[in-house]
């Protein structure tokens, strides 16, 4: 029932820039944490970055002054700006979201998945 729609993935060179975005059919005002998350094949999903509904942001040690986080609460959107790319951030990036209200019976949501590719 939640909707959370990714786009902006796909094949870059290295040093090159993406930026994935994820709008979500929840209100914003019902969310405490949006975020991405990264898998690469064979190893765990890990976090890249978050931001609070305050505003404060979490990144991963591998991808800080790389990556820059925000949202539009007009647009219930989070966005992920990817600059200098490296073939290490190949992986799915996942949209995450967490409500400080159960929402279809769910704290914590997650989108399908978008497929970023860097190539060396």
């Known amino acids: 029932q939640v909707q959370l729609v990714e786009s902006g993935g796909g094949l870059v060179q290295a040093g090159g820039s993406l930026r994935l975005s994820c709008a979500t059919s929840v209100n914003i005002v019902s969310i405490n944490v949006m975020g991405w998350y990264r898998q690469a094949p064979g190893k765990q999903r890990e976090l890249v970055a978050t931001i609070t509904s305050g505003g404060s942001t979490n990144y991963a040690d591998s991808v800080k002054g790389r990556f820059t986080i925000s949202r539009d609460n007009a647009k219930n959107t989070v966005f992920l700006q990817m600059n200098s790319l490296k073939p290490e951030d190949t992986a799915v990036y996942y949209c995450?979201?967490?409500?400080?209200?159960?929402?279809?019976?769910?704290?914590?949501?997650w989108g399908q998945g978008t497929q970023v590719t860097v190539s060396s």
């Open positions: 995450y979201l967490r409500t400080g209200v159960v929402v279809a019976y769910r704290y914590d949501h």
